[in-house]
């Protein structure tokens, strides 16, 4: 029983971590995306 209920924790853990990591990937693409189009409308605005 005892065992079961670590396992059980570390399988939250690793899932709330996933879930973590996800919403960093999202906000890395998001602010990776902003830079490239505020990097392409000064190269037109420029032009």
Do not use: E, K
């Amino acid at each position: 029983m005892r065992n079961l209920n670590i396992m059980n924790r570390n399988g939250v853990t690793q899932d709330t971590l996933r879930l973590r990591w996800h919403s960093i990937c999202l906000c890395q693409r998001l602010y990776v995306f902003r830079i490239l189009t505020l990097s392409l409308f000064l190269i037109l605005y420029a032009w």
